[in-house]
């Protein structure tokens, strides 16, 4: 089961997840590099954990950054 959560990453490249009843802007206001939805999912074969990122904040006015914003999430996940 696939579960789809949002994110912001923080200026100090800090992921924050919660959950989809909320809005980014009411998580974090300010200091944000960029912010949309993710599923994130663990591949057992691998060992690691495997993030996709997409979307946008339309509260923050911000679009994610695909690629950039996984590999920020797979690092923390994956330290």
């Known amino acids: ?28 206001n300010e200091g944000f590099l960029s912010a949309g939805f993710l599923v994130l999912r663990y591949d057992s074969g691998k060992n690691i954990f495997l993030a996709r990122c997409f979307g946008d904040s339309t509260s923050l006015k911000v679009k994610s950054k695909l690629e950039i914003d996984a590999k920020i999430i797979e690092d923390f996940f994956n330290f």
Do not use: A
């Not at 696939?2 to 802007?25: A, L, T, W």
């Open 1 to 28: 089961m696939k579960k789809i959560v949002k994110y912001i990453i923080s200026e100090d490249g800090v992921p924050i997840f919660f959950g989809c009843d909320m809005k980014h802007e009411d998580v974090l």
